[in-house]
């Protein structure tokens, strides 16, 4: 049964974040922001990501004030250098050689928003990952199978780019696009995580 508050709307288009809290029995409806994902000046990829996210679920948040919005942004950062997703295949190749053999920080920021409530919570977690050395023919299959061109950092650690992880520090979800443990306790903090606990009820 519905209530005017449930289900979560997730203000993004990424079927990683979807799969990600339905694998968390979390109900969800996609709306996706059309906020443009831009620098501001002297920010840090931590403000940014948050800002991002709080943008993104105030303006899916102005037409459904009533419902939780979920918004998230996620960037990979090497060498202080923030990459995000790749144009074209030029740009990827050049990501993954940026990568290779080297460690990167990925931080997602994410916000959960209930507008008629006055409510908002926010936050970004950051992991570490260890690339192996890529060989020029492994970034070349690699871009030929199209999976990098909307990931962020030019690879997807839980598609067919999981072959080029040698390690993970931190949150592997964070690494995949949303840190799950603390998104699910940021929506038991704002009482937000009510239904999908009693359909668990109900299902026992």
Excluded at 131 to 136: A, E, F, N, V
Aim: aromatic share 6%; with cysteine.
């Amino acid at each position: 049964m519905k209530t005017n508050n449930f289900p979560l709307i997730l203000a993004s288009a990424s079927p990683r974040r979807q799969e990600l809290l339905k694998s968390a029995g979390v109900p969800l409806e996609v709306i996706p922001s059309n906020t443009e994902e831009k620098f501001s000046f002297r920010e840090t990829p931590e403000k940014h990501v948050v800002r991002l996210a709080r943008e993104k679920a105030c303006e899916v948040g102005r037409n459904y004030p009533e419902r939780w919005i979920l918004a998230a942004d996620t960037v990979v950062v090497v060498d202080n250098r923030v990459l995000g997703k790749p144009r074209d295949a030029k740009e990827a190749g050049e990501m993954l050689r940026l990568l290779s053999g080297r460690e990167h920080r990925v931080t997602t920021g994410y916000c959960l928003l209930h507008l008629s409530r006055s409510k908002r919570k926010e936050g970004h977690v950051t992991s570490r990952v260890r690339i192996k050395l890529l060989s020029p023919k492994e970034i070349r299959w690699y871009i030929s199978t199209r999976e990098p061109f909307d990931k962020a950092g030019a690879y997807a650690i839980q598609g067919k780019g999981a072959f080029m992880i040698k390690e993970v520090s931190g949150s592997y979800t964070n690494v995949v696009g949303l840190p799950l443990c603390e998104v699910i306790e940021a929506l038991k903090e704002v009482g937000a995580a009510k239904l999908f606990h009693r359909r668990e009820r109900r299902g026992r």
